[in-house]
């Protein structure tokens, strides 16, 4: 079946402007996971979703990012007035359960984004 | 969640066992043992899992010591394909969940 997929896989803005990435998690798995990915580092947590909620939210750097997972599916990590610094890969994995459950997570592809 | 300590690169030759080795000494008891990898561009991918047992599936194979300090992936016959970044991760199921992924193992498998 289909993984989890992210779109754009690329995205290019400049400093200041607002961006929205999307993750497509697999049909049904109710945990979804936002990541961050810079160059030479393994994965930071950022937020996560058990279906329409957001659980944990502390690894949301500052008040400039924000995710929403309105229907318990597809999720938006959105980053308004973008700075250089948020320039890395974004990624995003689903699993079949969360916090209560032995199962692993899938990543998507991820979403690399550049801030000139 | 208990902290992993992961040696920064390995190598290894195709065809031979890749062993890597993960400290970690502060693991409580209802903490799991999660390797992923990372292939260069790729999201991680998730390997295996274990809480006491040697665990064995068609990509690796677990083996953590009796007291769970420390436990180490093998990938019996090595390819050029398991070039990547190796994370050991320790998580509490049923408990506060924030994944720590570090900086892993990069292993990379010669000719």
């Known amino acids: 079946g289909a993984g989890v997929s992210q779109t754009p896989s690329n995205k290019v803005t400049e400093k200041g402007k607002y961006v929205e990435l999307r993750c497509d998690p697999i049909?049904?798995?109710?945990?979804l996971y936002w990541y961050r990915q810079s160059l030479g580092q393994g994965p930071e947590f950022l937020i996560y979703?058990?279906?329409?909620?957001?659980?944990?939210d502390s690894g949301l750097p500052n008040d400039r990012f924000f995710a929403v997972r309105p229907e318990g599916s597809v999720s938006t990590l959105k980053i308004q007035r973008t700075e250089r610094g948020d320039s890395a890969m974004y990624l995003c994995?689903?699993?079949?359960?969360?916090?209560?459950?032995?199962?692993?997570?899938?990543f998507g592809p991820g979403t690399r984004l550049t801030v000139l | 969640d208990a902290k992993t300590t992961q040696p920064p690169s390995m190598d290894c030759a195709e065809g031979r066992a890749a062993n890597l080795p993960c400290n970690h000494s502060?693991?409580?008891?209802?903490?799991?043992v999660y390797w992923y990898r990372q292939i260069h561009s790729q999201g991680p991918q998730y390997i295996i899992h274990?809480?006491?047992n040697n665990e064995t599936n068609e990509m690796a194979s677990l083996i953590i010591t009796e007291d769970r300090k420390s436990s180490t992936l093998i990938l019996p016959h090595a390819t050029l394909r398991d070039t990547a970044v190796y994370y050991c991760?320790?998580?509490?199921?049923?408990?506060?969940?924030?994944?720590?992924f570090g900086r892993g193992t990069s292993l990379i498998v010669h000719p």
């Open positions: 994995a689903s699993s079949l359960y969360g916090r209560a459950g032995v199962h692993e997570q899938f």
């Open positions: 049909s049904g798995h109710t945990a």
């Open positions: 979703f058990q279906g329409t909620g957001a659980a944990d």
């Open positions: 502060t693991i409580s008891g209802n903490e799991y």
């Open positions: 274990g809480l006491k």
């Open positions: 991760i320790v998580r509490v199921v049923g408990g506060s969940y924030i994944p720590t």
